[in-house]
């Protein structure tokens, strides 16, 4: 089953655009700018992850797309163009009709995404049904098919059951069978893994690649797990404080990073396959998105900064290969990975991980 | 640093602690509408469990959600009561009360620092209270002590009369591991420590705990389902599954001589920072069998691609191999050529 994606000749351009989105988020204490300045794209049949730590827009960005932000959220100026049409000045009934058919959605924690006083098997049915206009049968069958693909056993029988009578892992399928309903060309994914044990996170990210694969559907897959975008996606975009700071093909970008904070995550996160000596974690916290600091957003945490980096906002800097990187020294992460692999670490490195000043004083009042 | 040191450090030789026959049960609804449904009553999340945690050692229990790994953290601090089993501490046997000093030597942090602070309390007043009511130092000192602590965890004395609400996860998880070094613990258990924390955090928390292991020659306990912060951090794992250890051998042996199917598949469905392969079969199918109903024989047979007769009749009992005593594995197949031909997480089964 692959769905007419654009009629009369072979498909052109990327999927989905976003071009210098900007999210405000209005509270009592000022604007945050959640998103600031984002541009990527997904082409077709490709899955573009994007990665940051939380408060760094990754979700807000994703929930823009389909339009499902906050109501003291909203999208002040940037295009998203699917399938070159812009969604942005949409209303929300001419979303309605791209929410399903156009784009869909995995969230994070199935139990909450899931009606629960509704069968599975129905919630399943029920976009077939308004979008396509299928007959209640035509759509039930296509719900036990849709089951079966995602491999939910006996799905005659499990049609009938109720979220609560799913395991986690069983619910995430449901809930990609929903996504699929109406032959999306974009499935957005929020932490589709995140609440899942590693061997039922293994299974979930098989299915989907193999989705990504088959039917041509292309994926933006947001997540903090460095491994999960190895695995499955082809492109990566690393956001921090609302900005893109690195953005290239996966495994250039994770082995080969060209932004500091980029270099910092990879170094920061225990790797099964290579096990340091001590993390290395970056320093600070960060950063408010009601005041974010002037010039480079990661310069207060940068070990690399200079004083140009605390004037001059970086602009994403195109680098061969497809990859493009948000830092005016970004020579500095080539040098450091090149003494990194001779077997000498930074000293500053070394410092940082002995004496993790991270976070040594109480920030008074600065909870979230 | 003046780091205060645990008590127990000079005293006894043998395993610090030794768990025999452990199990845990809960009662799950009531057992008339148990009957009326015609399900198991009794949950065993800990199933005859026999542990031995060495002084100075750091040791993993890993496992997937459900398989009793926080249920046997607890039951070793002594929150749960046990059902069956006994537990020898440092040479004394536990009593299912314990009192004063039993309590004190087994300390946890427990994995969700928004949840297990008490937000009206301020730092001070918790480990102060902590201090004064288990009588660690004399009241004189209990101030300096505090601070001390706050120090060894890497808070500043500033963190004293602030809330726990003013502290990032990263800070709130440093001042529970406080308050659990507070009484001097010869065992800390941590029940996934840095799992609710953001990622560029989790490294300073671990590199935290493995600071503490060699300043204060604490033993440590982890409970974690990431394998990768095992690596770093323990020298030995036990793998459960569905409230047994099924596995249990030093850590770089475990993982790369895995016997037991489950770690092998366990191993496998890790992601890396290499791409992988989509084309092979997932390492494993379908999710763990509920607790309340544990399959006869061998409780990992329901999923194993390797499972024969014999593994739905024989429960196989946790036995180490002939070359190694300090590897043992509850497999039928585990230690022969069976066993051992099996690619890591090679087969699957629907």
Redesign the interface.
């Known amino acids: 089953m692959t769905a007419a994606f654009s009629p009369g000749g072979a498909p052109a351009g990327p999927m989905l655009q976003v071009r210098d989105l900007h999210v405000q988020i209005a509270t009592g204490r000022g604007t945050v700018r959640a998103v600031d300045g984002v541009s990527f794209e997904v082409p077709r049949g490709e899955a573009l992850g994007l990665v940051g ?2 408060g760094s827009g990754k979700s807000m960005t994703l929930r823009s797309i389909l339009g499902v932000l906050p109501p003291t959220a909203s999208v002040t100026s940037g295009q998203i163009i699917l399938d070159g049409r812009d969604l942005v000045p949409l209303k929300q009934t001419d979303l309605n009709r791209i929410r399903g058919p156009k784009i869909a959605m995995i969230f994070q924690e199935p139990m909450s995404a899931l009606n629960p006083v509704m069968r599975v098997g129905a919630q399943i049915a029920e976009g077939p049904m308004l979008h396509q206009g299928l007959s209640r049968a035509k759509a039930a069958e296509r719900a036990l098919d849709l089951m079966r693909r995602v491999g939910i ?1 006996h799905p005659e029988r499990r049609m009938r059951s109720y979220p609560h009578e799913f ?4 619910r995430q399928r449901v809930m990609i069978a929903i996504a699929l309903a109406c032959e999306p060309e974009v499935i957005l994914c929020d932490e589709p893994t995140t609440a899942l ?7 979930i ?2 299915l989907l ?2 989705l990504c ?1 088959e039917s041509g559907v292309s994926l933006v897959f947001v997540t ?5 975008v ?2 499955i996606c082809q492109q990566v975009a690393v956001m921090y404080g609302g900005r893109l700071a690195e953005y290239g093909p ?2 250039d970008v ?2 080969d990073p060209r932004h500091p904070y980029t270099l ?3 170094r ?9 000596e ?5 320093p600070g ?1 960060p950063p408010s998105l009601i005041t974010p600091p002037d010039g480079c957003r990661f310069h207060p945490r940068c070990k690399f900064a200079e004083e140009d980096c605390q004037v001059v906002e970086p602009p994403m800097k195109p680098l061969p290969g497809g990859r493009a990187t948000a830092c005016l020294h970004y020579e500095r992460t080539i040098e450091s990975l090149e003494a990194e692999r001779a077997g000498q670490l930074d000293p500053v490195d070394l410092q940082v ?1 002995a004496e ?12 979230p | 640093m003046t780091a205060p040191e645990p008590a127990g450090q000079t005293a006894g030789s043998g395993p610090l602690l030794t768990a025999s026959g452990l199990s845990v049960t809960f009662n799950v609804g009531s057992a008339f509408g148990a009957r009326i449904r015609k399900e198991n009553f009794v949950l065993r999340a800990v199933d005859g469990i026999d542990l031995e945690i060495e002084r100075g050692e750091a040791l993993a229990v890993v496992g997937e959600s459900g398989s009793g790994k926080s249920t046997l953290a607890r039951a070793l601090t002594g929150i749960t009561p046990v059902a069956a089993g006994e537990m020898i501490f440092d040479g004394r046997k536990l009593a299912a009360r314990r009192r004063g000093r039993d309590r004190r030597r087994i300390q946890m942090v427990f994995q969700d620092p928004y949840s297990s602070l008490n937000p009206r309390l301020t730092v001070g007043s918790m480990l102060s209270e902590l201090l004064r009511v288990h009588k660690v130092v004399p009241r004189s000192e209990v101030e300096s002590f505090s601070r001390e602590l706050l120090n060894l965890v890497g808070l500043s004395e500033e963190a004293l009369p602030a809330y726990p609400r003013q502290f990032s996860g990263g800070q709130r998880q440093r001042v529970a591991i406080a308050r659990a070094l507070a009484l001097r613990p010869d065992l800390l258990i941590a029940d996934e420590p840095v799992s609710a924390l953001d990622v560029s955090v989790q490294a300073t928390i671990l590199n935290l705990l493995r600071d503490l292991r060699a300043e204060l020659g604490l033993t440590l306990m982890l409970i974690s389902h990431n394998l990768a912060v095992v690596r770093h951090l323990c020298n030995r794992v036990a793998v459960m599954y569905l409230g047994r250890i099924v596995e249990l051998a030093p850590t770089e042996e475990l993982f790369s001589n895995p016997q037991h199917p489950y770690t092998q598949a366990l191993l496998a469905a890790i992601p890396t920072l290499e791409p992988g392969s989509w084309d092979e079969e997932p390492a494993i199918t379908g999710d763990p069998p509920s607790p309340l109903n544990i399959p006869s024989g061998c409780r990992f047979r329901t999923r194993c691609p390797l499972a024969e007769q014999i593994c739905h009749d024989q429960d196989p009992e946790l036995r180490a191999g002939a070359a190694s005593a300090g590897h043992r594995a509850a497999c039928h197949f585990a230690f022969s050529a069976a066993g051992a031909a099996a690619p890591a997480g090679g087969a699957g089964q629907d």
């Not at chain 1, 044990?197 to 299974?203: A, G, H, K, R, Y």
């Not at chain 1, 993790?356 to 909870?367: I, K, L, M, R, T």
Request: aromatic letters at 2%; charged letters at 20%; proline letters at 10%.
């Open positions: 730590e939380s056993p395991s986690g892992g069983m044990d590693v061997t039922i996170q293994d299974q990210l098989r690649a193999r694969r903090h797990d460095l491994p999960v190895a695995q996966v495994r994770l082995h910092g995550l990879v920061s996160a225990p790797d099964f396959d290579n096990v340091r001590a993390l290395i974690p970056i916290a991980a993790q000043p991270d976070e040594a004083a109480p920030a008074a009042g600065s909870a």
